[in-house]
């Protein structure tokens, strides 16, 4: 998955089918970055000017809290990803985007999307669904602190996304799941 076509299939994938001529509009404003592991692709203080979708590799949205990193989200293949407050108010960013292997990411520009948007009802669409799932997934993040165990954080985790399991450090997927890592090494060897 890495031309322009095949990312906006994966968008209309996710959200509706698209017209040929919305496929070439979003095409024409779609951006591709190359990211080495490491690479901040934001960083804390910067406005987020991007939606962006992992073709290759993943990435991890994080923040620091009195000195602790803290992963607020993963993606890889297929996965949107954006710094949501940052993105739609266009204010600096408290969280910041940083590729956890070598990645490929294609993202629409803020500025060009929302004028294509005002445009074209499908982009409309299009732009309320990506939002609708990244409400989604927040409420079920928050639902899963408050009312799962340790245990069945991890198992939805696994589950859901067993790439996240194979792929990320350990130390990274503890955090996301509020646990520290000795919890998840107690979960991961079933004495939780």
Excluded: W
């Amino acid at each position: 998955m890495d031309t322009k076509e095949e990312i906006i299939r994966q968008f209309e994938a996710q959200t509706a089918p698209f017209s040929p001529e919305t496929h070439e509009q979003l095409a024409n404003i779609l951006v591709r970055f190359t990211l080495a592991k490491g690479d901040l692709f934001l960083r804390e203080g910067e406005i987020c000017k991007y939606y962006s979708m992992v073709a290759q590799g993943m990435i991890r949205l994080f923040y620091n809290k009195n000195g602790r990193d803290l992963t607020e989200h993963f993606s890889y293949e297929k996965g949107i990803f954006v710094s949501l407050e940052s993105y739609f108010r266009q204010t600096p960013s408290y969280l910041m985007i940083e590729a956890l292997e070598p990645s490929v990411i294609y993202s629409f520009p803020h500025d060009p999307l929302q004028n294509l948007m005002r445009r074209n009802h499908e982009v409309e669409h299009m732009y309320c669904k990506m939002l609708e799932n990244s409400l989604i997934e927040s409420q079920q993040k928050a639902d899963a602190c408050r009312f799962e165990t340790a245990r069945e954080r991890y198992h939805r985790l696994a589950t859901e996304h067993p790439e996240v399991v194979k792929r990320a450090p350990l130390i990274h997927i503890a955090s996301r799941l509020g646990m520290t890592p000795e919890t998840l090494s107690r979960v991961r060897a079933g004495l939780l």
